[in-house]
């Protein structure tokens, strides 16, 4: 399975296996990591699993949809590494990635 | 002091579907929402999105869910009390004495929270100086568009909101309008009308531009903006509008005594009752075993909600199950007309 890795904003890092076809949201919340609210449950409508891809890795992920940029605009200080975690299906590709929360999410 | 049998936080479906339970067992419900419209997150959040998982409808839109549902509670004559965060609860003999953000206060047995992920309030700026500005020079919606009359007036966001005001207030006001990238979400008529006033000198526009930091001791005399590649200005202005749309925080219910379970609320699946007696937690807010986040479980959950609810407000009565189909008491009371 491939691993990705979350850093909490304090700097404190989880790495953890996440199925593939799982969302980076996904494989957060299912194993408890702090930092990814996901308030709307997956449907690119709240900006709540709000991370910063590294930036190794940013542009190794599947372009960006306008929807998924209109949510980052209300985003907590997103910036140009931004991403919804939502939004990002785990594949043998991102097998290392890593990104990093914000501060908080709202 | 508003007597009732149910009160029912949340105005989303889960919240609508239950005042339809609770009205077939003749039970009376009010309903208080935080947002100035009926509908919770499928009208806040997803209004045009396509929904396919309600029972019976292969699809529909949050905005026709929503118009359905309020249609199916008509002959209950509910009332919404829109615009209202309910704030504090406290036991009064055998019943619950709640009293709202506007200062109305409810008499009932029971409470139902169908409350989804907490109340919508608007997300704010996440730099420390707009907290003490907050009201004095920094707001998050207009109420009365005249104060910002001759002013100095920076708005930030991209989307309807933003384009919306940043076009009126342009009127009477001297408008910048903020953006973190070039592109503005709101509807094209909106951003093209927005360009529009740009190019004649009444508005002018900045992006990719975030708000860094803002000035000023008593009130507000400017801000700092930054872009992702580190340039940065400095703007003078008098008041900072944020319109980033809204999240949704649990707010006051925290405070309530009810055990809490990483922002969901553990509940029994027998009737949906929490912790105390007489407060009952449906939808996405409440959780057990098994909990799925769908409408029609939250649907379900009303259903056995309203039942627990009979025994609180009707200590007296036997609760009877009937069928709509056959039931004339049923039938009575969403007001039927005999053939």
New interface residues.
């Given amino acids: 399975m491939p691993k990705i890795t979350y850093t909490e904003h304090s700097g404190k890092s989880h790495t953890i296996e996440v199925a593939k076809d799982l969302t980076v949201m996904e494989g957060a919340v299912q194993n408890n990591i702090p930092g990814i609210d996901a308030?709307?449950?997956g449907?690119c409508?709240?900006a709540?699993c709000h991370v910063y891809v590294d930036e190794q890795w940013f542009d190794k992920l599947p372009k960006i949809e306008?929807s998924e940029?209109?949510m980052l605009?209300?985003a907590?200080?997103?910036?140009?590494f931004s991403r919804l975690g939502c939004q990002i299906t785990v594949t043998d590709d991102l097998d290392g990635l890593v990104v990093k929360m914000p501060?908080k999410q709202? | 002091m508003i007597k009732t049998d149910v009160l029912i936080i949340g105005a989303g479906p889960v919240g609508l579907f239950a005042v339809q339970q609770l009205g077939l067992i003749g039970l009376k419900a009010e309903v208080v929402d935080n947002l100035d419209k009926t509908g919770g997150q499928c009208i806040e959040l997803y209004p045009d999105k396509p929904i396919y998982d309600i029972p019976a409808i292969p699809e529909c839109t949050g905005e026709t869910l929503t118009k359905n549902l309020l249609e199916q509670i008509k002959p209950f004559q509910t009332n919404f009390h829109l615009n209202e965060r309910v704030q504090e609860i406290s036991k009064e003999q055998n019943k619950w004495k709640i009293t709202t953000s506007g200062n109305k206060v409810f008499l009932a047995p029971n409470i139902i929270i169908a409350a989804g992920v907490g109340s919508f309030e608007p997300r704010k700026f996440s730099i420390k100086e707009a907290e003490k500005f907050e009201n004095n020079g920094v707001f998050y919606s207009i109420k009365d568009k005249t104060i910002f009359k001759n002013k100095k007036v920076c708005i930030f966001g991209g989307g309807d909101s933003a384009l919306d005001w940043a076009i009126e207030l342009s009127k009477f006001a001297d408008v910048t309008l903020i953006h973190r990238r070039t592109e503005f979400r709101g509807t094209e008529h909106s951003a093209t009308l927005a360009r529009q006033f740009e190019k004649e000198g009444k508005l002018k526009i900045k992006t990719p531009f975030q708000i860094s930091s803002i000035e000023g001791d008593n009130k507000i005399t400017g801000i700092t903006v930054k872009s992702e590649e580190g340039k940065v200005e400095k703007i003078s202005t008098d008041c900072v509008l944020g319109f980033f749309g809204l999240i949704m925080k649990l707010g006051p219910i925290v405070e309530w005594g009810l055990n809490l379970d990483n922002k969901t609320i553990p509940v029994n699946t027998e009737n949906f009752q929490t912790n105390k007696e007489g407060i009952f937690a449906i939808g996405d807010i409440c959780t057990y075993p098994g909990k799925l986040k769908l409408i029609l479980s939250g649907f379900h959950e009303g259903a056995l909600a309203a039942r627990g609810c009979f025994k609180l407000a009707r200590p007296n009565e036997k609760y009877r199950f009937e069928f709509t189909t056959t039931s004339k008491t049923l039938q009575e009371r969403i007001g039927v007309k005999k053939k």
């Fill in positions: 308030d709307c449950g449907a409508a709240c709540t306008s940029e209109d605009d209300v907590y200080e997103p910036n140009q501060s709202a």
